[in-house]
């Protein structure tokens, strides 16, 4: 079903980049594929086209002034869509930036202050990214469905919990923890875009707003481990968080993905990793942070795989880093489960400081590529 | 968003290395009362020359580096030696060990021109890359941006390799025989995780941010690569290499350095701290060996130390740090005054068989303990040709007899060989042990 869909996707797109070549004559508005030619002076900004098509905008601009310039894509309501700074007199820039269809301004900046030239430019489709590389729209495609499976998976696996939970059964509670968050912590910046669900599923008590009552897995995780005690609170608790991660679950198709998206969560994973499981934070009751390690690496793996024919055509020295740098890390995560297809890692609290120092340069040597992952696939 | 300054270059021609001598200061300024008085009968109009275009001036090989007389303005990166040896000491010290991640020799060596290319620009006053700001919104800016609008504040970045850098990439060989592992020395309490380094980047400068922003940015460049195995941030020089100026002192209070090499001093440079010809192997030829010693002081038990005592440890007095028996600073040492466990008689070169070291160490205090105590001590640092030869038969001697032993600790440990200097655009730290023909 997806593959014909998404074969209509190309074929429409290759027949619109067949018009912008045959169009390319006509001076009046940019196609897809066409750049938008910003000549900038000092107290002109003009622009070879007013509307544009929904996606990648590509502003080529020149410096014909003699005092350096500032370049914008603005929102209505001056908000920042993409800008490039102090442009030289005589220097030539070339800004690049995902833009919906709506009203925009082009402004221009000379001296770099004050309000500028300002140009309307209308971009025009249904809030769809039509100009789009049909590749990327299919990573995204994938990475929604991977992101769907992924939930549609957890359920289960909360629910195995949640009744031992409700049953009172300390050790099969315990048992189940840690493979009821592999979903979750797989795909967590998706769930994160929504704002209110992470709060309530995931927090930490040293996360805990003023009042915020203290919901979700890590309540139960300390319960389990720390109070060593199933109560009615907990019960109920174990209730609501399958409640919550059902709405997660509805909610995943109509997340909002980019391919810009998919590359920063990639990152973002990596940052959790740093910040919290390489500490030991995350779950320092249950000692299960490898779990969720492991999880958060293979759903930045995933992002990246499906983002990877495009980032390795745009800058193949970076993918060549990042396939070393994930298969390192994999390897050094498999040093610490005895068998490669099981989730059961060693606790924590057991690895030492010499071997976190390990994890944690490992992490670094795979995040720093990372964060140049997004800027590779939108070039 | 539109009226801050701007210091990062606007145009891509800018972006090419541009040989540091090419460059005028950042910072000239009027020359300080000393760079006059050091330059002699020059003249003001030559002293203000000289103090403003010390960045033209060094780097054609000199062993002297004149840049410094202000504390602003750049330290040529390019030279027969490295900077921030000979360069009279800046305030401020961000030192870092690095080990080595990579077995692959061809992208080990990428990083070392990746990070030689950042070092010029950074000492030059610069920012890293296509800089902090200003460039794609998707990606995050090579430079990280803390130095901006900071001048060069006399930044100098000096690598160095350690001995296990030698056990990798079939470096064996080329192992100089003076880059020897240090013996343990009697009173080491060394703790691993501040001891030992396939590499050391020492960044000096007058202004700590500009030291800490070199470092984190080429730990940054490193990471897959290196990764930072230790650091030690330093806030107060405790050796000059500047005759004229008033020596520093130590946490103990006392007076450092009063007979340490002086950066001018050409001929004690190159007998006591440049490899040179003849000294094995060729790829040294130029650079030196450091020692660095984290040496941690018992501060509040030294504080209840009588003045008599404190004296007699080290041999000087301690306002004006006369050597017993003398009135002046400089006045030539009589040793036998001093009791035989005396710091300075111990250590002076005239009981060492003239052995010489360039200390370079700075003050530190990385908080308390969690007893109460300072964490605070002395990060020794000292160049020498040889260390078999300077720092290991002197602190052979000190370790087994010194009377400071009582109030300080050795624990953590460094040994690196310094290559010798890069010498322009096209060069890169560590050609000559990496290049095959070298």
Known sequence: MRAVRLSVVTAVAGATALVAVTGCTEKSDAKGGDAIQVTAADSTCDTSAKSVPAGQVTLRIENKGSKATEVEILFPDDRIVSEKENIGPGTKYTLTAEVKAGAYEVACRPGMKGHGVRQKLTVTGGGKTAKRDPRLDKAVADYRAYAQEQADATLPAVKTFVKAVKDGDLAAAKKAYAPSRIGWERTEPVAESFGDIDPKVDTRADGLEEGQKWTGWHRLEKALWQDKKIGATEKTLAGQLVTDLTDWQQRVGKAEITPTSMANGAKELLDEVATGKVTGEEERYSHTDLVDFKANVEGAQKSYELLKPVAGKNDSALTAELDKQFAALDKLLDKYRPNKNSYDFTSYDKVGKDDRKELSDAVNALAEPLSKLASAVVK | ?438
């Open chain 2, 1 to 438: 968003m539109t009226d801050t300054p701007r210091d990062r270059d606007t145009d891509d021609t800018s972006k090419a290395d541009i040989p540091a001598e090419t460059e005028a200061p950042a910072h000239g300024g009027a020359p300080s009362r000393r760079a006059l008085l050091g330059w002699g009968g020059a003249g003001l109009a030559l002293g203000a020359a000289v103090a403003g275009g010390a960045v033209a001036m060094a780097g054609g090989g000199d062993d002297m580096d004149p840049a410094g007389a202000g504390t602003g303005g750049a330290v040529a990166f390019h030279g027969a030696h490295q900077a921030g040896i000979a360069t009279p000491v800046q305030d401020r010290l961000h030192f870092a060990a690095f080990d080595v991640k990579t077995t692959d020799r061809a992208a080990f060596v990428q990083l070392l021109k990746d990070w030689t290319a950042a070092a010029r620009r950074m000492t030059a006053g610069k920012a890293v890359g296509d800089g902090a700001y200003g460039g794609l919104a998707e990606a995050p800016p090579d430079d990280t941006g803390e130095a901006l609008g900071l001048e060069p504040s006399r930044l100098t970045l000096t690598i160095g390799f350690g001995p296990s850098l030698f056990e990798k990439f079939d470096l064996g060989d080329r192992r100089p025989e003076a880059l020897v592992d240090l013996p343990k020395f009697p009173g080491d309490n060394l703790e691993k995780s501040r001891t030992g380094g396939d590499l050391c980047v020492q960044a000096c400068a007058d202004d700590p941010q500009v030291a800490v922003h070199a470092i984190r940015n080429l730990a940054r460049i490193g990471f897959g690569k290196v990764a930072v195995r230790w650091s030690q941030l330093g806030f107060g020089k405790t050796s000059s290499t500047t005759p004229g100026a008033q020596t520093p002192r130590n946490l103990f209070g006392f007076k450092d350095g009063t007979r340490n090499i002086a950066g001018t001093e050409t001929d004690r440079l190159k007998k006591y701290v440049w490899a040179g010809e003849g000294d094995d192997p060729k790829w040294m030829e130029g650079g030196s060996y450091l020692v660095a010693r984290r040496i941690r002081m018992n501060i509040e038990v030294w504080d209840r130390t009588a003045l008599q005592e404190q004296e007699d440890v080290f041999g000087r007095d301690k306002g004006e740090g006369a050597p017993v028996g003398k009135a002046k600073e400089h006045d030539a040492p009589f040793l036998k005054a001093m009791k035989p466990d005396a710091h300075v008689r111990l250590a002076h070169p005239d009981a060492n068989g003239g052995i010489t070291i360039l200390r370079r160490g700075y003050s530190f205090t990385d908080g308390t303990d969690g007893l109460g105590r300072l964490d605070a001590g002395l990060f020794f640092l000292a160049y020498q040709r040889d260390p078999r030869k300077g720092f290991i038969p002197l602190q052979r001697k000190l370790s087994a007899s010194d009377a400071l032993n009582e109030y300080i600790q050795h624990v953590g440990s460094a040994v690196f060989a310094i290559p010798p200097g890069v010498r322009d655009a096209d060069d890169w730290w560590g050609r000559a042990l990496f290049s095959e023909e070298a």
